[in-house]
C-alpha cells in the first residue's frame, strides 16, 4: 500500500494545531519523513516512530521546511531512544553549514552518530528499499530547491516542495497519481505557486489527485482549494494512491 499522511500545512510559520510543511511518505516497504517543518516531529510521532524511518528528504532550506530536524536530532542523540544505524538525510548541501552554525561547531561531523547527511542535485536518485526518490531542481526565486517523484508498486507521488512554475516540476508531475502542491500566494510571483498555477500543473499533466497545501496567510485552505479544484492538506489526513 502507498500512503501520504499529511504532518504538516502551514506556511511561513507554524500556527495552533497546524504544524508547518511535513508529510510521512510510506511506499515499497520504506518510510521517508518528507520535509521537517516546525510542529511536524509531533505529528510524526502519532504515526511512526523514527527509528522506522528510512530516510528524512528536505526539499529546501527555509525554516519552515527544515526546523523541526534539529528536533529529531535531539531526540536520536539525546532522548534515550532504541539504537538505530544513523537517519539518512537527503537535503541540499548547505544543511550540514547550517547544523555546524546552530550548533557553534567547525563542521557538521558531530551529527554523524545519528543523522548521515547526503546532498540532492538535479536529477538524484536513491533507492529506499521498492521506493526509488527522484529529485529535481525547481525554481524557488533563488535559494536551492528540489522537488521529489516518489515511485513504488508502479504508484507515483509527485512533490512541488515550494517553487514557481517550472519545466523540472512538469516532468515530476507526468501522469503522477498524487500531486502534492504548494498553493502559497494569491498572485503569480517568482517565488510560489498560486492555487490557480497548481490545478493548471494537474490538468496539463494528467495527474490522478490534486492536494494543496502550504497556503499562506492571504489565502484560507477552502478558498485555495476551490480555485485549484483540489482537496486541501488537512493534518492528519492519509491519502492512498
Same mark, same amino acid.
Not at 21 to 39: I, N
Not at 84 to 90: D, E, M
Given at each position: 500500500?502507498?500512503?501520504?499522511? %499529511?504532518? !504538516? ?8 494545531? &497546524?504544524?508547518?510543511? !511535513? ?8 518510510? %521517508? ?13 502519532? =504515526? $511512526? ?5 528510512? @530516510? ?9 521546511? /527544515?526546523?523541526?530536524?534539529? +528536533?529529531?536530532?535531539? @531526540? ?20 550540514? #553549514?547550517?547544523? $555546524? ?22 536529477? =538524484? ?10 529529485? &529535481? ?16 508498486? !508502479? ?14 516540476? #512538469? ?12 498553493? +502559497?500566494?494569491? %498572485?503569480? +510571483? ?13 490538468? &496539463? ?5 490534486? %492536494?494543496?497545501?502550504?497556503? !499562506? ?17 488537512? /493534518? ?6
Amino acid at each position: 500500500m502507498t500512503t501520504l499522511t %499529511v504532518l !504538516g500545512n502551514a506556511a511561513p510559520y507554524p500556527q495552533p494545531d &497546524r504544524p508547518c510543511s !511535513g508529510y510521512l511518505l510510506r511506499a515499497g516497504g520504506a518510510s %521517508v519523513w518528507v520535509d521537517a517543518g516546525p510542529g511536524s516531529l509531533a505529528e510524526l510521532l502519532r =504515526h $511512526a516512530e523514527l527509528a522506522e524511518l528510512d @530516510a528524512v528528504w528536505l526539499s529546501h532550506l527555509h525554516l519552515d521546511h /527544515i526546523g523541526d530536524l534539529l +528536533n529529531a536530532y535531539y @531526540a536520536l542523540a539525546y532522548g534515550e531512544l532504541p539504537a538505530r544505524a544513523p537517519l539518512p538525510v537527503y537535503a541540499p548541501a548547505g544543511l550540514a #553549514d547550517r547544523l $555546524a552554525g546552530f550548533f557553534a561547531q567547525p563542521d557538521a561531523g558531530f551529527v554523524a552518530d545519528v543523522l548521515e547527511l547526503h546532498a540532492l542535485s538535479d536529477g =538524484h536518485h536513491v533507492q529506499l528499499k521498492e521506493l526509488t526518490l527522484l529529485s &529535481r531542481s525547481v525554481d524557488h526565486g533563488g535559494p536551492e530547491a528540489y522537488g521529489l517523484r516518489a515511485t513504488a508498486d !508502479g504508484r507515483v507521488l509527485a512533490y512541488s516542495g515550494d517553487c514557481t512554475p517550472c519545466a523540472a516540476l #512538469d516532468e515530476l508531475a507526468a501522469d503522477a497519481d498524487l500531486l502534492l502542491c504548494e498553493a +502559497n500566494d494569491p %498572485v503569480p +510571483n517568482a517565488f510560489h505557486h498560486t492555487p490557480a498555477q497548481a490545478g493548471s500543473l494537474a490538468g &496539463r499533466c494528467g495527474v490522478g489527485e490534486l %492536494v494543496v497545501t502550504h497556503v !499562506g496567510p492571504s489565502l484560507t485552505p477552502e478558498a485555495a482549494s476551490a480555485e485549484a479544484g483540489a482537496v486541501h492538506a488537512e /493534518i492528519g489526513a492519509t491519502y492512498t494512491f
